[in-house]
């Protein structure tokens, strides 16, 4: 009896598993570019919307005037008019 051997051919890589990885990697460079702008687009707050406000705020207020000077203090104390009378001397007690 004699003995065959049989060899198969070495695997052909197609290219479909490189192709799929190229792919994922695309999808993942994509992903974080993404995820990027928008998490700068939060910080720069171009989604707060429109902060045009108009606030007017005056920096420079009239100035206050102050009350006429006199030529000098001047204090004036109404004293309630009191009328008090010296105690009168009391009688000598009489003698006996």
Do not use: C, H, Y
């Not at 045009?52 to 030529?71: C, E, G, L």
């Not at 203090?73 to 009391?90: R, W």
């Amino acid at each position: 009896m004699s003995q065959i051997n049989v060899n198969s051919a070495p695997p052909v890589d197609e290219g479909g598993r490189t192709a799929g990885a190229g792919a994922t990697m695309l999808a993942v460079v994509l992903a974080v570019a993404v995820a990027l702008v928008v998490i700068w687009l939060l910080f720069s707050g171009l989604f707060s919307g429109p902060t045009s406000s108009t606030t007017n705020v005056n920096v420079n207020p009239p100035a206050q005037q102050a009350p006429a000077q006199k030529d000098g203090p001047s204090v004036n104390i109404n004293v309630p008019k009191m009328d008090v009378q010296a105690p009168s001397q009391p009688a000598a007690p009489a003698k006996p």
